[in-house]
């Protein structure tokens, strides 16, 4: 019994952790970009300017001074995304 518990959580574990990484922001720039107006509300990495000044503190839904870090030339591919901060 125990050795199926142990495998169970194996399991667990290896499908869990892709999860838990997507959510962490990237520090590799190369492959990333920040994308404005696309972070839900409290969701953002930071932003430029203005109501909020860093991670999980926009108040609004597609903030355009707030940003995420997405794969390099997503951003663009985004409704709402820019990869520039708008007033």
């Known amino acids: 019994m125990k050795v199926q518990t142990?495998?169970?959580?194996?399991?667990?574990a290896a499908f869990a952790a892709p999860a838990f990484a997507e959510?962490?922001?990237?520090?590799?720039?190369?492959?990333?970009?920040?994308?404005y107006g696309v972070a839900k509300a409290g969701s953002?990495?930071?932003?430029?300017?203005?109501?909020?000044?860093c991670a999980g503190?926009?108040?609004a839904d597609g903030d355009k001074t707030a940003w995420i870090y997405v794969?390099?030339?997503?951003?663009?591919k985004l409704?709402?995304?820019?990869?520039?901060?708008?007033?």
């Open 44 to 53: 953002n990495d930071c932003a430029s300017a203005g109501n909020n000044s």
């Open 71 to 76: 794969p390099a030339g997503l951003c663009t």
């Open 79 to 87: 409704v709402g995304g820019s990869l520039e901060p708008k007033a």
């Open 57 to 59: 503190t926009s108040k």
């Open 23 to 35: 959510d962490m922001p990237a520090s590799d720039t190369a492959k990333n970009e920040k994308c």
């Open 6 to 12: 142990l495998a169970a959580l194996a399991i667990a």
